[in-house]
């Protein structure tokens, strides 16, 4: 998916399960698209074993209306930030939860959200530049939008929290 959206940005987050991230994210004020991916894998193409990737969401945004400080605490609303490889029962490295970017401030602003908190030194979340991206086959692009009872470690309240303000 290429950025057709002008003055935005894109970054790629990760919080477990790719469905239930991408419907909570699509929602946030400023997100303005989303598309269901693995980052940081080994291997260009969806087939074949498991390559290193987690599990992620392209969000692209207006940083105008949200600084990616904010996208870091949005994520954090759905994440158990300790938690490492793990996201309620999905359990591997591919549900690792993370923070990736091309661009640098994006790294830096998310690491002074880490820093800020008080329990900085208990977060496993990770934090690096992008180095793939591969798009998931369409049948788990905005799933949850399509399949609403599917099932997702997002509680149905948190996962629409922001539907309305969007």
């Given at each position: 998916?290429?950025?057709?959206?002008?003055?935005?940005?894109?970054?790629?987050?990760?919080?477990?399960?790719?469905?239930?991230?991408?419907?909570?994210?699509?929602?946030?004020?400023?997100?303005?698209?989303?598309?269901?991916?693995?980052?940081?894998?080994?291997?260009?193409?969806?087939?074949?074993?498991?390559?290193?990737?987690?599990?992620?969401?392209?969000?692209?945004?207006?940083?105008?209306?949200?600084?990616?400080?904010?996208?870091?605490?949005?994520?954090?609303?759905?994440?158990?930030?300790?938690?490492?490889?793990?996201?309620?029962?999905?359990?591997?490295?591919?549900?690792?939860?993370?923070?990736?970017?091309?661009?640098?401030?994006?790294?830096?602003e998310a690491k002074e959200?880490?820093?800020?908190?008080?329990?900085?030194?208990?977060?496993?979340?990770?934090?690096?530049?992008?180095?793939?991206?591969?798009?998931?086959?369409?049948?788990?692009?905005?799933?949850?939008?399509?399949?609403?009872?599917?099932?997702?470690?997002?509680?149905?309240?948190?996962?629409?929290?922001?539907?309305?303000?969007?």
């Open positions: 998916m290429k950025n057709s959206f002008p003055n935005t940005e894109e970054i790629y987050l990760a919080g477990g399960c790719l469905w239930g991230v991408q419907e909570f994210v699509r929602h946030l004020p400023g997100v303005l698209s989303t598309e269901a991916g693995r980052a940081n894998g080994t291997s260009h193409s969806l087939d074949g074993k498991y390559h290193g990737y987690a599990e992620c969401v392209r969000t692209v945004f207006d940083p105008i209306k949200v600084p990616v400080a904010r996208l870091v605490e949005y994520l954090f609303e759905i994440i158990d930030p300790y938690s490492i490889n793990q996201q309620g029962p999905d359990t591997g490295k591919k549900y690792r939860t993370g923070v990736y970017s091309q661009i640098p401030e994006h790294l830096h959200f880490i820093k800020s908190r008080k329990d900085e030194h208990r977060i496993a979340v990770e934090i690096l530049p992008l180095t793939s991206f591969i798009r998931s086959a369409n049948e788990h692009q905005d799933r949850l939008s399509r399949y609403p009872a599917e099932k997702c470690h997002i509680l149905k309240e948190l996962l629409h929290k922001y539907k309305k303000l969007n």
